[in-house]
């Protein structure tokens, strides 16, 4: 039998959404008020979903706490108060928009976690703005 499950962490960062090879101007048509040069922050609520086959000797598809230690081992503490842009090498050459930090959490868990289970990233950049990897 397949389950889901959920682990819901939160992180503040701060990023700008800037292309390189264009002016100014051009980032600003396309990013608004997210291209200044001052950077921006937002405080990101990330839902972790892991399906699984349940274990019949812990009841569980995967012991959350040890899925609480893995976000916050190789999630939160490199990107919790960080500016993504300046201070990550994920963001060095990546613009971090919310599509792009998802994929990346996406990669970094599916490393740590056991290959038998289906992982699923949801970031929140703002209550009405966010993404899912990988897509339905």
Not at 9 to 23: D, G, I, K
Not at 78 to 90: A, P, V, Y
Not at 115 to 132: D, F, H
Request: proline share 3%; with cysteine; aromatic share 12%.
């Amino acid at each position: 039998m397949r389950v889901s499950v959920y682990r819901k962490e939160h992180f503040n960062a701060a990023h700008r959404l800037y292309n390189n090879e264009w002016s100014e101007d051009e980032n600003y048509a396309v990013f608004g008020k997210c291209s200044s040069p001052n950077y921006h922050g937002h405080n990101y609520e990330l839902v972790v979903k892991v399906t699984g086959e349940i274990d019949t000797k812990t009841g569980y598809v995967m012991d959350m706490k040890k899925l609480s230690d893995i976000i916050g081992e190789h999630v939160l503490k490199k990107f919790d108060h960080k500016n993504l842009n300046l201070d990550t090498e994920e963001f060095k050459q990546l613009n971090p928009t919310v599509e792009n930090i998802a994929v990346v959490i996406w990669n970094i868990l599916k490393h740590k976690m056991d290959p038998s289970l289906q992982l699923k990233v949801i970031l929140y950049e703002t209550e009405r703005n966010y993404a899912e990897y990988p897509a339905d």
